[in-house]
């Protein structure tokens, strides 16, 4: 069984910065790629940011530039770097193992105007 805990959400203003981790059990960790999901309210969960094993990243068009992906094999931790944030990039942000049912619990982000 894989457990991902997602760590460092919270209440930023507009324009501030957050980032995200995710800390993934096991040990095969590096040969996943992973992703984050946003949640917004009301709104379907949608994919916001993905990295292959070998460290490809992919992003939500409304997102490039001001979002970036990581990870850190050694650590089984992958992040997400938030900058500029804005009062829509508000939601629960999930890490989910690609390909698998793995989710993590969610990690609130609001940002206020």
């Known amino acids: 069984q894989v457990q991902l805990v997602e760590s460092g959400g919270g209440l930023v203003q507009a324009g501030g910065s957050l980032r995200l981790s995710c800390a993934a059990s096991g040990s095969m960790f590096r040969i996943y790629a992973m992703g984050w999901y946003c949640q917004a309210p009301g709104k379907q969960r949608e994919l916001v940011a993905s990295i292959t094993s070998g460290g490809s990243t992919n992003y939500a068009d409304s997102l490039k530039g001001r979002f970036t992906i990581s990870r850190d094999n050694a650590k089984n931790t992958v992040y997400l770097q938030m900058n500029s944030l804005k009062p829509e990039d508000t939601g629960v942000y999930y890490c989910?193992?690609?390909?698998?049912?793995?989710w993590g619990q969610g990690t609130q982000v609001t940002v206020s105007s």
């Open positions: 989910h193992r690609l390909g698998s049912s793995y």
